[in-house]
């Protein structure tokens, strides 16, 4: 299509009038990244990202970036199966959400028919309760949860999504039924935002990201967040010193297509360590919030294999999945 | 005042040589991907945004702002000529303005949306620089027991829309609202209506059951009445430009339309067809023509028009003072903002003074620029018209067809595309009205999912809905809405009968 050619050639002319390419280096000519979700969100932008940094390093000749969008990823992932087989050069992003949505969405695929490559980033969640709130700690919410599940309002993302499930891993932990919790979905970030600074619901679940400005400004006070220990420069304890044996962490993460070499898998693995070691792509996270979680091959494969289960479990818990 | 020192500093940031360059780009690029059905603002700027990478942020942002604007003017454009929406906040604007135009009065259609829209934007720019703050706290009490009773009295304004016949046009809501309901469950993550198909539960996108009601359905249903060697060309009627009547007719509509479509945008689910439905309910009730409408009145056309510019304005509310990114090109403009290390929050007014305000002159710079580009256009415009009807269908046809498959690249959705259009040409056929099937379909899954929030948090008390005081007064005024007419109609029946 005209458009679509119009726009990759400006972006590619803008990219070469910018930045030396330094064709010695390069490890792979021609890459192709496929994205299972529309242009914009969090899969797209890691693409375009890791797009701009292995060209800028040199790391790759050219590339072009495919987008396959819908449910959460199950739409994309038949089709980067079908197609890429065997493919050394191609790459797909990914995430937990992914996972979670084969489980729901009972998809006839799944991520253990791909080949992992890399966890390359990932992000920590938070509770937050509005600033005029009287819950001061996670205790002082799982006390009234306690006392009545129902009277807790939880605002996030779609039901079955990473918010969601750190709000049934809560309850589970603290011995109500998950089922019993009053989770009200919101689409898209804004809304559950407005919610929860309007005053209207208990408390909120999301990435820091989302909430960090509004933390800032005092309009949202965070309570509790999900990794195993502090965050620098994240005033939140996490839930586990509180008393609650819950973490969770939502990562992303770059696939190859099925029944690829062992040669092209260490390739794809070393072009990623590469990556994650440069300077632009420390940057580039610093720049968006994301922390820099990497982790390749066979620990990442067993780490999928782990975090599989585990979100099972949590689904199973919400009624989700059987 | 000192909103307005800053917009002028702003102004000073965005008014370069290069900077207009990128506005004129911006501003085209839209209206072209505007004309395409399918082809909305936010994926041209989710693909355009590795340009953040290379361009200053001011320039990035008024190319993003006048591709924005863009589209919303080449939607409307393709509406009036053609009856195919290219977003669903110009559904309105066909429904009148395709009607003007087959009676030979496209110019003035399309004059009074581009002056519409940009009086609109005028003042929804005006509205971020002097109301942000206030509107932002007003929008923030709405609750989902609040937004559950306005969408009750958008559900009231449809009547409007429903055509000549009640029960065709009920017939035609609750097919949209069935359609509406497929797709993976918000609240509950269920699948509903997908029948085991991973490509529906995302549910079906309301661009593709514009397109193949309006477009395809359309082009048809006019196949099937076409006679060979009878070629029946619109004939452009009286001048291209507008008279004294039709200015007459659309200022009022403007200002209204503008104000309701500002703090509806600026509502975090507010979204930009509602105010348009509104605005066209309240021009039907107040006209001095009613009867026109349905024929092609041309206050159907200003209001709405106005009311879908000011609530894209509306929009930048809470993206700016909050970072709230309320609609999808607010979220990828969001994502833009982030790759150049700034984050949209409370603070931004006081940490990115040069960029908050360059962006917003050049919100008001691209909706200038829309003005002058495309009123001489009108002329050339008006001409698509007079394309004979073979080649102007077929070429509606390939566009609606690339359009389709150009968002998802999937050919179920060609498939979905056509079905639907043959599901319009039916409908067409039989006389049913078409837009209450679009309606449904966004105002149906809005209403249900407030309804269940506001259920879920007040643990299921229906009470809600009259305690809060919002609530209870759209819910007035929506009871307003339908008892007042009839109240009239009985007065003016036994009036009559007294008389006898």
């Known amino acids: 299509m005209d458009r679509r050619q119009f726009m990759m050639t400006t972006g590619a002319l803008g990219l070469m009038a910018g930045m030396p390419r330094l064709a010695a280096a390069q490890e792979i000519d021609d890459l192709e990244i496929f994205v299972p979700a529309a242009p914009g969100g969090g899969w797209d932008q890691t693409a375009r990202v890791m797009d701009q940094v292995l060209r800028a390093e040199g790391l790759i000749g050219s590339s072009r970036i495919t987008n396959v969008g819908g449910a959460g990823g199950t739409i994309g992932l038949p089709q980067f199966i079908n197609q890429y087989s065997g493919e050394g050069n191609a790459l797909m992003t990914g995430g937990m959400v992914m996972v979670g949505a084969i489980i729901t969405n009972n998809s006839a695929v799944n991520l253990s028919m791909v080949t992992p490559i890399a966890r390359l980033t990932g992000e920590y969640l938070v509770v937050v309760v509005p600033a005029a709130s009287d819950i001061q700690s996670l205790k002082d919410l799982v006390a009234m949860l306690k006392a009545d599940p129902g009277s807790v309002s939880w605002a996030g993302g779609s039901a079955g999504g990473s918010d969601h499930m750190l709000a049934g891993l809560i309850a589970q932990a603290a011995e109500v039924d998950p089922l019993a919790v009053s989770y009200v979905a919101f689409a898209g970030g804004g809304e559950a935002m407005a919610a929860l600074l309007g005053n209207q619901v208990t408390c909120g679940v999301s990435g820091w990201g989302e909430f960090s400005e509004q933390v800032a400004a005092g309009n949202l006070r965070a309570i509790a967040i999900s990794a195993p220990e502090r965050v620098d420069g994240i005033d939140a304890p996490t839930i586990r010193e509180q008393g609650l044996d819950v973490e969770l962490l939502n990562w992303r993460a770059v696939f190859a297509p099925p029944e690829i070499s062992d040669e092209d898998r260490t390739a794809l693995v070393d072009l990623l360590t590469k990556m994650d070691a440069s300077e632009a792509w420390q940057a580039a996270l610093a720049d968006r919030a994301w922390d820099r979680l990497f982790l390749a091959g066979d620990e990442f494969a067993a780490y999928l294999e782990e975090d599989t289960a585990r979100i099972r479990g949590v689904l199973q818990g919400l009624g989700l999945a059987g | 005042m000192d909103g307005f020192v800053s917009l002028l500093h702003g102004f000073s940031v965005a008014l370069t040589p290069m900077n207009l360059l990128w506005s004129v780009v911006g501003v085209t690029l839209g209206t072209a991907i505007g004309v395409l059905p399918g082809l909305g603002p936010a994926l041209t700027i989710a693909l355009l945004l590795p340009i953040t990478f290379q361009v200053e942020p001011a320039a990035a942002f008024i190319l993003f702002a006048g591709i924005y604007f863009g589209a919303m003017f080449g939607g409307s454009t393709t509406s009036i000529l053609i009856n195919t929406p290219g977003e669903s906040a110009t559904i309105v604007t066909a429904v009148e303005g395709h009607k003007m135009a087959r009676a030979g009065r496209g110019g003035p259609a399309l004059a009074t949306a581009a002056i519409g829209s940009f009086v609109a934007g005028t003042i929804g720019v005006v509205g971020i620089t002097v109301l942000a703050p206030v509107i932002v706290k007003w929008a923030l009490m709405f609750s989902p027991a609040d937004y559950f009773a306005l969408m009750v009295l958008a559900f009231v304004t ?343």
């Not at chain 2, 348009?276 to 028009?305: D, N, Q, W």
């Not at chain 2, 000011?310 to 833009?336: D, H, Q």
């Not at chain 2, 690249?409 to 319009?424: A, C, K, P």
């Open chain 2, 158 to 500: 449809v009547s409007a829309v429903l055509g000549s016949s009640i029960i065709r046009g009920l017939t035609a809501l609750a097919l949209g609202l069935l359609i509406g309901l497929i797709g993976v469950d918000l609240q509950t993550g269920q699948a509903r209506f997908t029948f085991g198909q991973m490509s529906l539960l995302d549910g079906i996108d309301v661009v593709i059951v514009c397109v193949g009601l309006f477009a395809v359905g359309e082009t048809l249903h006019l196949a099937t009445r076409y006679r060979r060697g009878k070629d029946e060309i619109i004939p452009i009627k009286g001048s291209l430009w507008m008279n004294g009547q039709d200015w007459a007719r659309s200022w009022k509509p403007w200002l209204r339309g503008a104000a309701v479509g500002f703090p509806i945008g600026a509502m975090p689910a507010g979204g930009a067809e509602i105010p348009t439905f509104l605005s066209y309910f309240m021009e039907k009730r107040l006209s001095k023509h009613p009867e026109e409408f349905g024929k092609g009145a041309i206050e159907g056309v200003a209001g709405p028009e106005a009311a879908n510019n000011a609530s894209a304005a509306g929009v930048f509310v809470p993206l700016l003072t909050l970072g709230l990114p309320t609609s999808a090109t607010a979220a990828i403009m969001l994502s833009a903002f982030q790759s150049y290390g700034i984050n949209p929050g409370p603070q931004l007014l006081t940490t990115q003074p040069d960029l908050v305000w360059g962006l917003i002159a050049s919100l008001y710079i691209g909706n200038v620029m829309l003005l002058v580009l495309n009123l001489p256009l009108v002329g050339l415009w008006v001409q698509i018209l007079k394309i004979p009807m073979p080649y102007l269908y077929a070429g509606i046809l390939v566009f609606a067809t690339i359009g389709t498959y150009g968002i998802s690249r999937s050919v179920f959705d060609l498939g979905l595309l056509y079905g639907i259009g043959i599901l319009g040409f039916i409908m067409r056929r039989y006389d049913f009205p078409t837009s209450p099937v679009v309606i449904g379909m966004i105002l149906g899954p809005f209403a249900e999912q407030q309804f269940r929030r506001a259920m879920t948090i007040s643990q299921g008390d229906m009470s809600v809905f009259v305690t809060r005081p919002i609530a209870a007064t759209l819910l007035a005024l929506a009871a307003l809405a339908i008892l007042l007419p009839l109240v009239v109609e009985l007065r003016r029946s036994l009036r009559a009968r007294r008389a006898v």
